[in-house]
């Protein structure tokens, strides 16, 4: 990579930090489109690699409100979705691989822009986890379903809770992609690189938290994250025409 491309990953990756550090998601969607532009390479394993020590920072700073009732029923839908997982991306072609990137990523900012009082129970929260873990092995982007789920708690408990819940789900996800060959010294040369901007970011986070919730930073982030996503498609889709 040349240096213009190192500046832009520690940017966005520290952009992403600082959103995740705050809300407890959004790292992966406002890092990953940018990131698998400049190299493919950094998703997912070098992705969900920096996403899951966000989430360990984040537990760590934010442990005495977390509510672990309930979380096993999503532990084990993130089990069973990673596993689906792993086995699609083995199956699949890059070409393809890259469709579904682009088409999983629309499909988050889908889940970002909905609405409503969701009712917190157990076949929701198998559900969410199922789909959160599909989603966290393919692209790097699982916190959507879960933080639909969870959007309407207090935000100390949205932040412990399912930072706790990702700190586990993206260690699923991590493993099952080791267990098919996705994990290799490269990803993890990529996630070192990323480590400072992340690192920095989420230290910066807690000055920043009351100002992202007033809605710009939020129409921005899913602006950028679907242009992303029809760049990756547009550019996929011309490749095998």
């Not at 991590?174 to 993890?188: H, Q």
């Amino acid at each position: 990579m040349e240096i213009a491309d190192l500046l832009i990953v520690f940017f966005i990756v520290m952009l992403g930090a600082i959103v995740q550090g705050s809300t407890s998601m959004g790292f992966a969607i406002t890092a990953a489109p940018v990131l698998m532009i400049i190299n493919p390479d950094f998703v997912p394993v070098p992705t969900l690699l920096s996403g899951f020590t966000l989430s360990v920072y984040l537990m760590i700073r934010e442990r005495k409100s977390i509510i672990f009732k309930g979380l096993g029923y999503s532990v084990f839908g993130r089990i069973l979705g990673a596993i689906l997982a792993a086995y699609i991306i083995v199956v699949i072609s890059q070409t393809y691989f890259s469709l579904v990137f682009g088409a999983l990523i629309l499909l988050a900012v889908l889940f970002s822009l909905m609405r409503g009082q969701w009712q917190i129970n157990r076949p929701k929260l198998f559900f969410a986890g199922f789909l959160s873990g599909i989603m966290g092995t393919l692209a790097s982007i699982g916190s959507p379903p879960m933080g639909l789920l969870y959007q309407h708690q207090n935000a100390k408990v949205i932040r412990g809770t399912l930072s706790a819940y990702f700190t586990l789900g993206t260690l699923i996800s991590i493993f099952s992609l080791s267990v098919v060959g996705k994990f290799t010294r490269v990803e993890f040369g990529l996630y070192l690189w990323m480590l400072p901007a992340f690192t920095l970011g989420f230290w910066l986070s807690k000055y920043v938290t009351k100002y992202l919730d007033k809605g710009y930073t939020r129409w921005a982030i899913l602006a950028i994250s679907s242009l992303s996503a029809i760049f990756v498609i547009g550019r996929t889709i011309m490749s095998m025409i």
